[in-house]
T-cell receptor, first 113, second 113 residues
């Protein structure tokens, strides 16, 4: 199993541009989520999904969209990038929708100029 | 808002010594988890302890949980240079569908050879 795969690893955007961070897992996990990690802020939950067709907002959802058309994929879309979205983004999944350990991808480092 | 707060923020020890990191949280929890993050990598799950458990072991790791004080500690015994990483605690308030893990800001551990 590859686990949780994120692409791209690095991206530089200009303010106002849009992009999609890809996340795929091959463990048939029900739950998938996106976090952002900023210095001194720990990890903050952006959006999550408990199954195909079901998504919900986390702590910091503004400026981000998600969809879950398949069990495997959970892309994160930035509609109009802002410098405040400069961060490291992590996708994480877990087997059950209610509890258990999270499996993390390697992260996507995004810089918005 | 951050549920868990790790203490200390940074810890530097010599190889062979024990390392203790503490985590305090604010609300009642169902379980508490510890994760490790090597520089530039994703988080890796170390151990999960439930609210009705007081102590748990895994290899050189020992985790304690005191729900009356809303605190947990992670002890790494006989540390190695390879243990150098950031360590995060994360709490789950209720095991419901989509239950969230709320992360602290982490403790940076440096083990000097």
């Amino acid at each position: 199993n590859a686990g949780v795969t994120q692409t791209p690893k690095f991206q530089v955007l200009k303010t106002g541009q849009s992009m999609t961070l890809q996340c795929a897992q091959d463990m048939n996990h029900e739950y998938m989520s996106w976090y952002r990690q900023d210095p001194g802020m720990g990890l903050r939950l952006i959006h999550y999904s408990v199954g195909a067709g079901i998504t919900d907002q986390g702590e910091v959802p503004n400026g981000y969209n998600v969809s879950r058309s398949t069990t495997e994929d959970f892309p994160l879309r930035l509609l109009s990038a802002a410098p405040s979205q400069t961060s490291v983004y992590f996708c994480a999944s877990r087997e059950r929708r209610d509890t258990g350990e999270l499996f993390f991808g390697e992260g996507s480092r995004l810089t918005v100029l | 808002s951050q549920q868990g707060e790790e203490d200390p923020q940074a810890l530097s020890i010599q190889e062979g010594e024990n390392a203790t990191m503490n985590c305090s949280y604010k609300t009642s929890i169902n379980n508490l988890q510890w994760y490790r993050q090597n520089s530039g990598r994703g988080l890796v799950h170390l151990i999960l302890i439930r609210s009705n458990e007081r102590e748990k072991h895994s290899g050189r790791l020992r985790v304690t949980l005191d729900t009356s004080k809303k605190s947990s500690s992670l002890l790494i015994t006989a540390s190695r240079a390879a243990d150098t990483a950031s360590y995060f605690c994360a709490t789950v308030e209720r095991e419901t569908s989509g239950s969230r893990l709320t992360f602290g800001e982490g403790t940076q551990l440096t083990v000097n050879p």
